[in-house]
């Protein structure tokens, strides 16, 4: 009954396959096919989806919450953003229990996720984690029009995106990104 996977993540040393779709983070253990996948339901509640549908938006098709991203933070947890009802939002993965984050209310415990994940499903974005902080391409804004290249994690004092200029990123189509590590040896600092 899970559709619309738009993400992967493979953990190299246990062999666990983490798959964003929609209203849903899965984990496939590759050493063991024969196994269900783990499941985790991350919904938008109802007055955030009415919330979608006043905006002009589908509530079938834009109304729900695709995980576009799962990146691995340096403490052992997984960043997961997702479009969540056309307002982004980011939560925690914990693996070793394989559940999302707690706020002290009992729901999801989220931060924004605006210029860290598309608003819309089917916008194309490029993330990638260096050394403990997220770097994004994206679109920034609710109608898609605005994008930008950003440190999107981190202190405040560091976080930096590139200038609101008609001049720079103009209707780009982001695709991919990596991290290449220079070797201790070429870059001693």
Known sequence: GVTNFSTFLLDRSTGVLFMGARDAILAVDTNRRNQPPKKISWEVPEKKRQSCVTKGKTEQVDCKNYIRLLQFLPDGRVYVCGTYAFDPQCAFLEL???TLE???DGGVKME????????EPSQHYTAVM?????????????????????RAT??????IRTEQSINWLNDPEF???????????????
């Open 154 to 159: 981190g202190p405040d004092q560091e976080r």
């Open 96 to 98: 070793s229990t394989f």
């Open 175 to 189: 695709v991919s990104s990596a991290f290449v590590q220079q070797s201790a040896e070429n870059n001693p600092t």
């Open 130 to 150: 260096a050394d403990g902080t997220l770097y994004t391409a994206a679109t920034s804004n609710f109608l898609g029009t605005l994008f930008d290249i950003s």
């Open 112 to 119: 924004s996720g605006k210029g860290k994940c598309p608003f």
């Open 102 to 104: 707690k706020a002290p």
